[in-house]
Nanobody
Framework: VQLQASGGGLVQAGDSLRLSCAAS????????MGWFRQAPGREREFVAG????????DYLGSVKGRFTISRDNAKNTVYLQMNSLKPEDTAVYYC????????????????WGQGTQVTVSS
């Protein structure tokens, strides 16, 4: 599975962005998907995850209620809708795929996209 993330940009605090992650290759619908982010000088952290069916979700506490993960298996795409963005959301955002089910640990993910920069100004 190859993953291509897009949709990042420079926005102001309170704005919204929608990230997309397009998958190519076989078996997308059998993978759970996750979004991670990494800010300068910090470790990569889990942001949101969605099961292969789209029925189960998991979110980092600080984004719960502001971010929504979704997927369209017919389009081989997973999305991250980010509302009420804050400067602390500034990071490179990565999408990833795992065969292991809904996971928070980056080590459990098998495939990674290249990352898209999100910058939120105050």
């Amino acid at each position: 599975v190859q993953l291509q993330a897009s949709g990042g940009g420079l926005v102001q605090a309170g704005d919204s962005l929608r990230l997309s992650c397009a998958a190519s290759g076989r078996g997308f619908s059998s993978y759970a998907m996750g979004w991670f982010r990494q800010a300068p000088g910090r470790e990569r952290e889990f942001v949101a995850g969605i099961s292969w069916s789209g029925s189960y979700y998991d979110y980092l506490g600080s984004v719960k209620g502001r971010f929504t993960i979704s997927r369209d298996n017919a389009k081989n795409t997973v999305y991250l809708q980010m509302n009420s963005l804050k400067p602390e959301d500034t990071a490179v955002y990565y999408c990833a795929a795992t065969r292991s089910g809904l996971e928070r640990s980056s080590s459990r993910y098998n495939y990674w996209g290249q990352g898209t920069q999100v910058t939120v100004s105050s």
